[in-house]
């Protein structure tokens, strides 16, 4: 059975819609402090962090007034990226950890991510439970006045996360001479990362870090490179640094302004830890990895198995297979042997760790030549338009035009009204009409 609240990664979509508004947010924290709070006896403890959209301000209220109504106590931490939320999560030995975010969404959505006391984005399974906990009646749920929560906003957030970030390399680690750019989206990111690369001694420009709520992802960030790219053009740097919203993501830029995406550097990251023999297994990519990456793979002798789209997806597999990389062309990349989630400071950092040695950002990522790959959105009312007939005979031929040379993937977007077409082949015109005939079935 489908769920009703969650998506392929938490729950999301339009502030004062009829998910992403205060009611709900309420319900969302009685539900899911309910859960956890039911797990054990004691009274047990929640934590929050945020982006920085503008209706944080409203919603995080009512979520923790959700939770303290379930007898969970909370910690409220403001900005911080999300992985840094899951860190302290399991460091605090939390209950709970909920992420307010719409990750690279526009400002006008918003969301949560959800993670366990493990700091692992909570399952199917258990999203399930909390959705009946959800529309089962309200006073089933409320504590008794003396079993209420207590909320206390914990104001060195920042630093513990950082402090668990760099303990994760050597003490002798420094970027003392090393030039960063830095794109931090206006996100939950705008304080924690140049503070962290200042910290190692790095001489860091930043842009995207005057969050007024409302510029959240807009224009800059991972989802919009060329701001990066044009940064690092101007100031010569040895590294560009692109964020997403809560800074799960990241894109970078090598010195000579090239884009590198999260394929060319989870090639890098895992020819490097083979190399030094800490990959374990092989790595874990999604259905939408380039194929480019796939054949480098196998010239490596690594071995590579693809992932539902979706992060948790990814780390799902990764636990099943024991492997310690994984991630997505996105910029989501999973560093098994530091962290449960995506990290795009943490990623930054392993990155800079292999540069230390005066080592070039371009000839790091000189790993494959990309098949040549388009991804189309398509706004739909209804994306179940996908199962119809006219869409799968489109699909089946378009399959058919592309035969061994290619692929082709149409899905529904986890998180958003649309039907994402995926085409990949060498052959661009074919790339153009198979996504036409797809877009002209579902219009």
Same mark, same amino acid.
């Given at each position: 059975m489908p769920k009703k609240y969650f998506g392929t990664d938490g729950i999301r979509g339009r502030v004062n819609d009829s998910k992403i508004n205060g009611d709900m947010f309420f319900k969302f924290g009685l539900a899911a402090g309910t859960y956890f709070k039911n797990l054990k006896k004691v009274k047990q403890t929640a934590v929050i962090a945020k982006d920085t959209r503008l209706s944080g301000y409203t919603l995080e209220p009512a979520l923790v007034s959700g939770l303290a109504s379930a007898g969970m106590h909370v910690f409220t931490l403001g900005p911080l990226p999300t992985n840094g939320l899951a860190m302290l999560t399991k460091k605090m030995r939390a209950n709970l950890g909920i992420m307010i975010t719409a990750s690279h969404n526009p400002y006008y959505d918003n969301g949560l991510k959800l993670f366990g006391p493990d700091g692992l984005k909570l399952s199917d399974n258990i999203e399930k439970k909390i959705e009946k906990l959800i529309d089962s009646k309200i006073n089933n749920n409320l504590s008794l006045p003396e079993n209420l929560g207590r909320v206390k906003r914990l104001e060195n957030a920042t630093d513990r996360y950082l402090s668990i970030l760099k303990n994760n390399f050597p003490k002798s680690f420094s970027l003392k001479g090393t030039k960063i750019a830095i794109d931090c989206a206006n996100g939950a990111g705008y304080k924690s990362a140049p503070k962290l690369f200042r910290s190692l001694g790095a001489k860091v420009y930043n842009i995207g870090v005057n969050p007024n709520g409302l510029n959240i992802n807009q224009k800059c960030g991972s989802t919009f490179p060329q701001k990066i790219k044009s940064l690092v053009s101007r100031k010569k740097v040895n590294l560009g640094i692109s964020l997403d919203g809560d800074a799960d993501r990241i894109i970078v830029c090598d010195e000579n302004s090239k884009i590198i995406n999260g394929d060319q550097i989870i090639a890098m990251l895992a020819k490097r830890w083979k190399k030094k023999k800490i990959l374990k297994g092989g790595v874990i990519g999604t259905l939408m990895s380039n194929y480019g990456l796939e054949v480098f793979f196998k010239e490596n002798k690594i071995k590579f198995v693809r992932a539902?789209?979706?992060?948790?997806?990814?780390?799902?597999?990764?636990?099943?297979?024991?492997? #310690?990389?994984? !991630?997505?062309?996105? !910029?989501?990349?999973?560093? !098994?042997?530091?962290?449960?989630?995506g990290d795009g400071l943490l990623v930054a950092l392993e990155i /800079?760790? $292999?540069?230390?040695? !005066?080592?070039?950002?371009?000839? /790091?990522?000189? #790993?494959?030549? $990309?098949?040549?790959?388009? /991804?189309? +959105?398509?706004?739909?009312?209804?994306? #179940?338009?996908? +199962?119809?007939?006219?869409?799968?005979?489109?699909?089946?031929? $378009?399959?058919? @035009? @592309?035969?061994?040379?290619?692929?082709?993937?149409?899905?529904?977007?986890g998180t958003e009204p649309k039907i994402r077409i995926m085409v990949e082949t060498k052959n661009k015109k074919l790339i153009s009409r198979c996504i036409n005939l797809v877009k002209r079935s579902i219009n």
């Open positions: 539902n789209v979706g992060d948790r997806y990814v780390k799902e597999k990764m636990q099943m297979k024991k492997f #310690n990389l994984g !991630g997505e062309q996105s !910029g989501h990349i999973i560093l !098994g042997k530091f962290a449960t989630t /800079l760790f $292999s540069m230390r040695k !005066g080592k070039k950002a371009s000839e /790091l990522f000189k #790993n494959f030549i $990309s098949t040549p790959q388009v /991804l189309k +959105n398509i706004n739909v009312k209804d994306k #179940n338009i996908i +199962n119809s007939i006219k869409c799968k005979k489109a699909i089946k031929k $378009s399959t058919k @035009l @592309l035969g061994k040379e290619g692929r082709i993937l149409v899905r529904k977007s």
